[in-house]
Nanobody, 122 residues
Framework: QLQASGGGLGQAGASLRLSCADSRRTSSNNGVGWFRQAAGKEREFVAAISWNGGSTIYEDSLKGRFAISRDRAKNTVYLQMNSLEPEDTAVYYC?????????????????WGQGTQVTVSS
């Protein structure tokens, strides 16, 4: 139900915008989160947004570079990533939360997209 897109290859300092399209409106009244998983590492929280877009939370180290937003009319959540660093290289996943607000815990999400690869070269 969730389709992540927008990944690709970029150089350090570049920007990318990821999209998470919800074709079945699974997350219309739920929070949505972005997570990422680098090769050989555990999946980690990136950002989350509440059902109406009024509340957002971020991984502390990504604040100021990443911004999450949602367009309810398009059933899409975005992740704007600026000043990309090689350490941002990972597969990025979006997920619908079980509740109206997002969370930092993967266990609080029950629908996951397939992931989109982001690769940042130095």
């Amino acid at each position: 139900q969730l389709q992540a897109s927008g990944g690709g290859l970029g150089q350090a300092g570049a920007s990318l915008r990821l999209s998470c399209a919800d074709s079945r409106r699974t997350s219309s009244n739920n929070g949505v989160g972005w997570f990422r998983q680098a090769a050989g590492k555990e999946r980690e929280f990136v950002a989350a947004i509440s059902w109406n877009g009024g509340s957002t939370i971020y991984e502390d180290s990504l604040k100021g570079r990443f911004a999450i937003s949602r367009d309810r009319a398009k059933n899409t959540v975005y992740l704007q990533m600026n000043s990309l660093e090689p350490e941002d290289t990972a597969v990025y996943y979006c997920a619908a939360a079980r509740r109206a607000y997002g969370s930092r815990q993967t266990g609080d999400y029950n629908y996951w997209g397939q992931g989109t690869q982001v690769t940042v070269s130095s």
